[in-house]
């Protein structure tokens, strides 16, 4: 789904350029059009002797400022925090970056500290155009201490890079996750909401945008009334979305697992012929294990397709290979337990989710002449379905025939539970003491 992305350095990068515009262009508007609006600030430099100069005491300072913020924006999103998520975790590169967050603290408060030279703000006591500044501290003796305001720049770029690494590991673990336009969507929701209610409020503020209260509230009003009516509708939407997603997953399993499925109409016909010949021949072994087979895939042909089954039949296709497997198999060196529930059966389960446990045992476990075992307990209760395969380690041998074919796998059966079994099941396997254990658990009354 290349048409969802996560957009919140997007949405950020385009809220804090339009801001950081609007600001110049007002500056540029009071400078140039209307500077009776810097009257007041005039008489203070008259007052205290000063030259006066609009452009030298005014606009120019206030630019400067305001590109030296925008680079250490840019700096802190594009570089500084991102090389966290791009890069091998070296403790270098944690030193470089909180190297790299003092240094544009302390730039940042330079900056300040030079504007405040030209600009002297506290002359008129840091009035709406100089809100900014005070971010960094009262500094009526600009250039005298040139580390003035680092304290509070490191505490303000510390602040935001926080903010930052939190939205790097969620847009860096949304991007690890299987593309999902649901997840994206929500992400950019939450980014959309954190601009309008906390980003934008603080650049009006800290810029002397607007100052008004009532604008404030009008603006917090519309903005929580719009956001309300939007996440209705985006709920209805990702409710669908998310729907269409899981059937197109669903969708996904079925055909990896028929591909690898031979055509089941042209091997009944072959099975049918190989039957009646073992019959003639005299092989009762060769044509039982002809039978059974041509059961199991009149299970796969008939019933796979169904979303849920009766237990009992996934039993019978269970026991049908398990008797193959014992054709093949010494029983001096192999031992096979099934231990199966007398009441097992009733429940309904999805078509062919036990069997790749089974396969995986007889697969890896067992290895004639050498002692091998598979053992297989499937129990029932009336609110779970408890089934559990044990198995001998071996490597898989040379000659196996099914060496190069997995079939579905444990990664798919684990797909197949999430599925349709979502939040109602446990699957645990891996090795103990000696021999491989797989188990599952599938909760049969959390509807």
Not at 34 to 58: K, M, S, V, W
Not at 188 to 209: C, D, E, G, R, Y
Not at 345 to 350: A, F, K, N, T
């Amino acid at each position: 789904m290349k048409q969802f992305k996560v957009k919140w350095k997007t949405h950020g990068l385009i809220v804090i350029t339009l801001i950081l515009v609007t600001v110049t262009v007002k500056y540029l508007w009071i400078a140039l059009i209307n500077p009776g609006d810097l009257e007041a600030y005039e008489l203070a430099f008259q007052r205290n002797h000063l030259a006066y100069d609009i452009y030298l005491n005014f606009l120019w300072p206030q630019i400067g400022l305001l590109l030296v913020f925008y680079a250490t924006y840019l700096c802190l999103n594009f570089f500084t925090i991102p090389v966290l998520f791009r890069n091998k975790k070296k403790p270098a590169y944690y030193l470089g970056v909180a190297l790299q967050i003092g240094a544009l603290g302390c730039l940042l408060a330079l900056a300040a500290n030079t504007a405040t030279y030209y600009t002297r703000p506290y002359l008129n006591s840091y009035g709406p155009l100089f809100q900014f500044y005070a971010l960094f501290g009262y500094n009526d003796r600009p250039l005298q201490d040139l580390t003035f305001g680092c304290i509070n720049g490191l505490k303000l770029v510390l602040i935001y890079a926080v903010y930052l690494f939190l939205k790097e590991y969620l847009i860096a673990r949304a991007e690890r996750l299987p593309k999902s336009a649901y997840r994206v969507s929500r992400l950019n929701q939450i980014s959309t909401a954190l601009i309008l209610f906390i980003k934008i409020p603080f650049f009006w503020v800290a810029f002397h945008l607007i100052d008004n209260l009532a604008i404030f509230r009008g603006y917090y009003v519309l903005i929580t009334l719009a956001l309300i009516v939007y996440a209705i509708q985006q709920n209805r939407r990702m409710f669908r979305l998310k729907r269409a997603e899981k059937a197109l997953t669903r969708s996904k399993a079925d055909l990896q697992f028929l591909r690898s499925q031979i055509n089941p109409h042209f091997l009944f016909n072959v099975l049918n012929t190989l039957y009646g010949t073992a019959l003639l021949d005299g092989s009762k072994r060769t044509a039982e294990g002809i039978q059974k087979l041509g059961d199991m895939m009149r299970f796969m042909l008939r019933e796979n397709h169904l979303d849920f089954i009766p237990l009992s039949r996934e039993i019978d296709y269970l026991h049908n290979y398990i008797s193959l497997q014992k054709l093949r198999l010494p029983e001096e060196s192999t031992s096979i337990e099934l231990t199966i529930d007398e009441g097992a059966g009733s429940q309904l389960i999805v078509p062919m989710l036990l069997i790749p446990f089974v396969e995986n045992a007889f697969k890896h476990g067992v290895q004639p002449p050498e002692k091998s075992w598979v053992k297989i307990t499937l129990t029932c209760k009336a609110e779970e379905i408890r089934f559990e395969v044990r198995n001998s380690l071996f490597s898989a041998a040379a000659n196996d025939p099914e060496a190069e074919y997995s079939g579905i796998g444990l990664p798919n059966v684990r797909e197949r539970l999430n599925l349709f079994y979502p939040g109602k099941h446990e699957l645990n396997y891996g090795i103990r003491r000696q021999e491989f254990v797989a188990e599952l658990i599938i909760n049969t009354l959390a509807e």
